[in-house]
């Protein structure tokens, strides 16, 4: 339980929900962090606040780069992470407490190359509750998830921890220049992986804000 993670989180026009979501990396309950920023040519207060959490936090590493869309904020954290154990959180989205060390412990248990856990969608006013007991871990083979992915629609990049090497020796990344890049780019990681184990719990909290930028085209 003491291997390094990288959270990458990429970074546009996010100013009114950049602080509930680095606040509640920066909570985790797993202290074995690196919290990379990517700061895709944002052009409100995002790079200002960004750094400011840099400077007061030295797990956080911020990159600023021109805009080039969220597939290329993605890859830019790839290439910058030093963790043999990455996960992707959306930067108007936040987590639970226990978000990491919850997957890490499924990666572990299971000795898999991907853990997946449940999301809830949130929506203005909405009360949020994470409390259901989760079901038994479930581990899946390579067949088995993919059919899983299918059946079940598991596409975000969220949500899900994945060893690094997965993305590195297969040479994964997210393609730019299309909409909802997830779907091709996890279902190769998916491919690619001997062991995926999944539960339901409820650890991540995906906001769902049709004038969000991460919401859009």
Request: one cysteine or more; a neutral charge.
């Amino acid at each position: 339980m003491n291997h390094k993670v990288s959270i990458i989180v990429p970074v546009y026009n996010v100013e009114k929900y950049l602080e509930r979501c680095i606040d509640s990396i920066r909570q985790q309950d797993y202290a074995e962090l690196e919290i990379i920023l990517i700061d895709d040519g944002s052009t409100d207060n995002s790079p200002a606040m960004c750094d400011k959490y840099a400077l007061a936090d030295q797990r956080i590493v911020v990159v600023h780069k021109e805009n080039g869309g969220l597939s290329s904020a993605r890859n830019k954290g790839l290439e910058m992470a030093t963790s043999p154990f990455i996960t992707f959180i959306d930067s108007d989205d936040w987590i639970t407490q226990d978000y990491v060390s919850y997957l890490m412990n499924m990666i572990c248990k299971a000795d898999a190359d991907i853990a997946i856990i449940e999301y809830l969608k949130v929506k203005k006013g909405q009360k949020i509750c994470c409390t259901a007991k989760a079901s038994p871990l479930e581990k899946w083979n390579t067949e088995e998830a993919l059919i899983k992915y299918l059946e079940r629609e598991m596409y975000p990049a969220w949500g899900k921890m994945y060893k690094k090497s997965l993305f590195v020796d297969n040479n994964i990344q997210f393609p730019q220049g299309r909409i909802y890049e997830d779907i091709d780019t996890i279902f190769k990681t998916i491919k690619s992986a001997k062991v995926i184990c999944h539960s339901n719990a409820i650890k991540y909290l995906y906001w769902r804000d049709d004038k969000s930028i991460t919401r859009t085209s």
